[in-house]
């Protein structure tokens, strides 16, 4: 019987499964990455989708600290893209955010 890797604590607090992030979406991610990847260990989309939640929980948190100073209490996709262009770890990601006004916030003026 197989036993449970070095990463598998890495989820959930330290219990093993369920992940939050679909494992096979990201082996399949990591297939496309490359011609030569071909082999995946099944530790490696664990490893993947813990680093996936902090990276989304970080960014998050920025966001919503955006979504405070605009004194709402919704989260928008301006404040994702305020939270971006704030943050020097977040550059590889300001090709995507763009600061389009959104209809909804102008009536909330």
Request: aromatic share 6%; charged share 25%.
């Amino acid at each position: 019987m197989r036993q449970p890797g070095a990463y598998s604590n890495l989820l959930s607090g330290g219990k093993m499964g369920p992940h939050s992030l679909p494992l096979a979406r990201i082996k399949k991610i990591m297939k496309k990455s490359g011609e030569d990847v071909k082999m995946i260990s099944g530790e490696a989309p664990i490893v993947f989708s813990k680093a996936c939640e902090l990276f989304i929980e970080e960014l998050t948190k920025r966001a919503w600290a955006m979504t405070l100073q605009r004194k709402t209490r919704t989260m928008h996709k301006e404040d994702v893209a305020a939270a971006v262009m704030e943050t020097d770890i977040f550059d590889f990601l300001v090709g995507l955010v763009s600061h389009t006004p959104n209809p909804s916030a102008t009536l909330e003026s």
